[in-house]
């Protein structure tokens, strides 16, 4: 069966449904341990006044011939799970749809689950896999056996990965729809949040951290970038490509590794806040002081998982506010720049209960 879903997906190419070229031109609350100074008490549990669904059911991540992007009433919420040395992240729209990108490795798989249900997940609307290294889709075997997904994206690397060959053997069992979006493409989610496809250019030239798949969110007057694990090279190829990655809220790339987050980078996407997911006591010494540090230079409000727990940042459209698992700054406070329609709240929050130490996870599949 494999090298029929392989002989699919070279057929299908950018014709897969769900992601299209860019136009011309609520739901599930997380569940934050604590009350956020002046943020929004949380979604509605159904769809926001001012948000037209879109065209299609409950589980599936639709496809227009002319996606329209428009902003209206509810809350973005973009969840950093602290799921230790590796990368999980869940988006929850206005419209109440759901993405996860990446769901950290074998042993993360538990701990992503255990936070979708917190946050009333149902179903996954997309599942995104940046690219095939165990820290990143290891945990996908838990949830794919107690969530269904609309659409799984993968940046269509070659691997042969033990790992890798089996999210593939279970999406194509469970019969997932499977896309590998490009660069210039969208991925049609919510009318109300722009999903900008940035890499991989498909080509496939270079290593894997070279073709990573990149995303850009927006709502209204704020947007998330996505970065994955990409490399130093990507970076200086999206910003000579002229490619918009300035964002409000950038996901550091390689959990603040020195192979990434290069001052130019930085100063293109000039974030006013920066997530680093990193495990506690990792073998690579994640992050580094020299990212912490290009970080502070632009000006970014730092936040590290392993600090600070699950770090949640909702906007609202035209501001963002962040609450984290625990109280603990990973830096300095910060002067952040005074933009009227851009404001940051961190707040200090009250952990959930017992959190289980992960000082002692390592990453295999994956380089430091």
Known sequence: MRPLLLLIVLGLGLASAGCTAPPAGTGPAPVPTAQVTAAPSGPPAATSPG???P?????SVASTPTPTYTAGRGTLWVSVLDIGQG???????????TMLV??????????VVTALRERDTGVLDAAVATHPHADHIGGFRAVFARFPVGRFYDAGYPSTSATYEEILTMIE????RYSTPTRGETIDLDPAIRVDVLSPDGQNAGEIHDNMLVLRLTYGR???????????DLERELVSSGAEVDSTVLKVAHHGSRSSST???LEAVDPEVAVISVGTGNPYGHPTG??????????????????????????DGTRVTVATERSAPSVPPLALPTLAAQTVTPVPTVPRGPVRSRSRRSTSGARP
Not at 55 to 59: K, L, R, T
Not at 173 to 176: C, K, L
Not at 296 to 303: D, E, L, N, Q, W
């Open 51 to 53: 948000i037209t669904a």
């Open 55 to 59: 065209p299609a059911p409950v589980g």
């Open 87 to 97: 990368d999980a992240l869940l988006v929850q729209t206005p419209a109440g749809r």
């Open 102 to 111: 990446d769901a950290g490795d074998a042993d993360a798989g538990w701990e």
């Open 173 to 176: 069992e469970q019969d997932y």
């Open 222 to 232: 704020t947007s998330f970038l996505l970065a994955g694990d990409m490399s130093a």
């Open 263 to 265: 001052t130019a980078f």
């Open 290 to 315: 020299e990212v912490l540090l290009r970080l502070t230079a632009v000006g970014s409000k730092v936040f590290q998982t392993d600090q600070s727990g699950t770090v949640t940042v909702s906007s």
